[in-house]
């Protein structure tokens, strides 16, 4: 048997960080662009794709679904969108890898197709839930089989035919809403999702910019079935999820100025500047263009005292894949950090409650976990040894928060970065963490 090699980062204290340079692609927009794209009419061309795992694993879906698309090549790609009724059966289970945004999305796309199509993933990505998909999914006529469980492996069957519906969704989640919106252009008459708070709305934008109609009406979205998408020009901004790392770690560090160009700064995914920004952090904002329909823009950080808060509720959904980061930077600020209504991280690739608790606390904080959140006091971080439990925002976490510890930490279980950050070794350490990767035999 092949043995499975592993990935440890080994950070040294009182590293500085320094330069200007751009992070990789968004995630979120990078999936979307290969999906709409492909689905659309006549050819797209991508920009800034992100060429990491997640992404392309929803790329080689699609690729398997019979869509010809060259690329990536240093970001590029471009899609011979096949239309709306265009794909065709994979002739394999589609394996997502690590990617919820792939499975729960695709689930959408796949449920109006006339043909079966299976949807499989990595360890973590089979223990994720999948009824708030499948659920509404079969409201609207899907047939789409889960393990007893509700988890993946789903196996979607052709449909008699999708009707629209009106779906309060339960938790906020961009993922359900894409995935409802997605089988709504397969569906007969309106479909209108309603969200409990405001989430990432980087499909409702790509669709409108693509020519479908969709209304918006505060938390309300709704598309029509059968409305077609024209292939364009989709430029992918920064991932600032990915920018959240600098932002944190220039902000902990005893020396940095920090300068990320080109992030993507929709309203609806910078909570986590709003959140440190509230904890004294200092970050800059140099707004630049709108792109297709992203707002883009350059954001310089350096040190700051922090000061421990209560994170606003509202704030949660719009920061949601940052709290890693943010936990970082709360084990060092003055004082508490409180966080509540927050029970979504407990369903990521890990959950990041307990995951980054059990971290923490290794490394000498005191940490009170929550159902649904978690109460960090700040403090002296010293050097330890944690584990990331194969999840790439916990591996990036621990390794920013060496430049506030007093030894090295040493983190466990990291090869998933290149899941949504290629390159993020390379980068953090040309700008000055003195952080290293080895291999293990994990
Ligand atoms: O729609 C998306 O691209 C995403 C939505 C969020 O998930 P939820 O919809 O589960 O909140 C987020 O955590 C994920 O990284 C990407
Ligand atoms: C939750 C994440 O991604 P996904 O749900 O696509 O696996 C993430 O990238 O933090």
Same mark, same amino acid.
């Given at each position: 048997?092949?043995?499975?090699?592993?990935?440890?980062?080994?950070?040294?204290?009182?590293? !500085?960080?320094?330069?200007?340079?751009?992070?990789?692609?968004? =995630?979120?927009?990078?999936?979307?662009?290969?999906?709409?794209?492909?689905?659309?009419?006549?050819?797209?061309?991508?920009?800034?794709? $992100?060429?990491?795992?997640?992404?392309?694993?929803?790329?080689?879906?699609?690729?398997?679904?019979?869509?010809?698309?060259?690329?990536?090549?240093?970001?590029?790609?471009?899609?011979?969108?096949?239309?709306?009724?265009?794909?065709?059966?994979?002739?394999?289970?589609?394996?997502?890898?690590?990617?919820?945004?792939?499975? *729960?999305?695709? #689930?959408?796309?796949?449920?109006?197709?006339?043909?079966?199509?299976? $949807?499989?993933?990595?360890?973590? $990505?089979?223990?994720?839930?999948?009824?708030?998909?499948?659920?509404?999914?079969?409201?609207?006529?899907?047939?789409?089989?889960?393990?007893?469980?509700?988890?993946?492996?789903?196996?979607?069957?052709?449909?008699?035919?999708? *009707?629209?519906?009106?779906?309060?969704?339960?938790?906020?989640?961009?993922?359900? =809403?894409?995935?409802?919106?997605?089988?709504? $252009?397969? !569906?007969?008459?309106?479909?209108?999702?309603?969200?409990?708070?405001?989430?990432?709305?980087?499909?409702?934008?790509?669709?409108?910019?693509?020519?479908?109609?969709?209304?918006?009406? %505060?938390?309300?979205?709704?598309?029509? %079935?059968?409305? #077609?998408?024209?292939?364009?020009?989709? @430029?992918?901004?920064?991932?600032?999820?990915?920018?959240?790392?600098?932002?944190?770690?220039?902000?902990?560090?005893?020396?940095?100025?920090?300068?990320?160009?080109?992030?993507?700064?929709?309203?609806?995914?910078?909570?986590?500047?709003?959140?440190?920004?509230?904890?004294?952090?200092?970050?800059?904002?140099?707004?630049?263009? @709108?792109?297709?329909?992203?707002?883009?823009?350059?954001?310089?950080?350096?040190?700051?005292?922090?000061?421990?808060?209560?994170?606003?509720?509202?704030?949660?959904?719009?920061?949601?894949?940052?709290?890693?980061?943010?936990?970082?930077?709360?084990?060092?600020?003055?004082?508490?950090?409180?966080?509540?209504? @927050?029970?979504?991280?407990?369903? =990521?690739?890990?959950?990041?409650?307990?995951?980054? @608790?059990?971290?923490?606390?290794?490394?000498?904080?005191?940490?009170?976990?929550?159902?649904?959140?978690?109460?960090?006091?700040?403090?002296?971080?010293?050097? %330890?040894?944690?584990?990331?439990?194969?999840?790439?925002?916990?591996?990036?976490?621990?390794?920013?928060?060496?430049?506030?510890?007093? %030894?090295?930490?040493?983190?466990?279980?990291?090869?998933?970065?290149?899941?949504?950050?290629?390159?993020?070794?390379?980068?953090?350490?040309?700008?000055?963490?003195?952080?290293?990767?080895?291999?293990?035999?994990?």
């Amino acid at each position: 048997m092949a043995l499975k090699v592993g990935r440890r980062f080994i950070v040294e204290p009182g590293g !500085a960080l320094h330069g200007e340079f751009p992070v990789p692609g968004d =995630k979120s927009i990078s999936h979307r662009s290969v999906m709409l794209g492909s689905i659309a009419e006549g050819e797209t061309r991508v920009e800034g794709f $992100l060429e990491g795992d997640d992404a392309m694993a929803t790329l080689s879906a699609m690729r398997a679904l019979g869509v010809e698309i060259e690329g990536p090549e240093d970001g590029r790609l471009r899609i011979q969108g096949v239309g709306l009724h265009g794909l065709q059966a994979a002739d394999a289970p589609l394996d997502l890898g690590n990617s919820g945004t792939s499975m *729960r999305l695709f #689930s959408g796309l796949l449920a109006g197709q006339p043909f079966v199509s299976e $949807l499989v993933g990595d360890a973590s $990505l089979m223990r994720r839930p999948m009824r708030r998909v499948t659920d509404p999914l079969t409201r609207m006529g899907a047939r789409i089989g889960t393990a007893p469980n509700g988890t993946a492996p789903l196996r979607i069957e052709p449909a008699p035919g999708l *009707r629209g519906i009106d779906y309060a969704m339960p938790m906020a989640s961009a993922q359900v =809403k894409s995935a409802l919106l997605l089988s709504g $252009l397969y !569906a007969e008459g309106e479909t209108c999702v309603t969200e409990p708070a405001v989430t990432r709305d980087h499909t409702e934008r790509m669709l409108a910019a693509l020519g479908v109609p969709v209304a918006v009406e %505060g938390p309300r979205v709704r598309v029509t %079935g059968g409305a #077609s998408l024209t292939g364009g020009g989709i @430029a992918v901004p920064g991932d600032i999820s990915s920018a959240a790392f600098f932002l944190v770690g220039a902000s902990i560090a005893s020396q940095a100025s920090v300068t990320l160009t080109n992030v993507g700064l929709n309203p609806t995914r910078t909570g986590v500047i709003e959140i440190l920004r509230r904890m004294g952090a200092s970050i800059d904002i140099d707004a630049g263009h @709108a792109g297709t329909g992203e707002p883009v823009g350059r954001i310089t950080v350096e040190p700051a005292p922090l000061r421990g808060i209560d994170i606003p509720p509202e704030l949660v959904p719009l920061a949601i894949d940052e709290f890693p980061a943010i936990f970082v930077a709360a084990a060092c600020a003055r004082g508490e950090t409180v966080l509540r209504g @927050a029970e979504e991280l407990r369903v =990521k690739e890990s959950d990041r409650i307990a995951v980054m @608790a059990e971290g923490l606390a290794r490394l000498g904080i005191e940490v009170h976990p929550q159902p649904d959140g978690i109460r960090i006091v700040g403090g002296r971080l010293r050097g %330890g040894h944690v584990r990331a439990h194969g999840d790439h925002r916990i591996a990036m976490s621990f390794a920013m928060a060496a430049l506030a510890a007093d %030894g090295p930490v040493t983190i466990d279980d990291c090869a998933e970065v290149d899941t949504s950050f290629p390159g993020f070794v390379e980068l953090a350490h040309r700008a000055g963490l003195s952080i290293r990767a080895e291999e293990t035999s994990a």
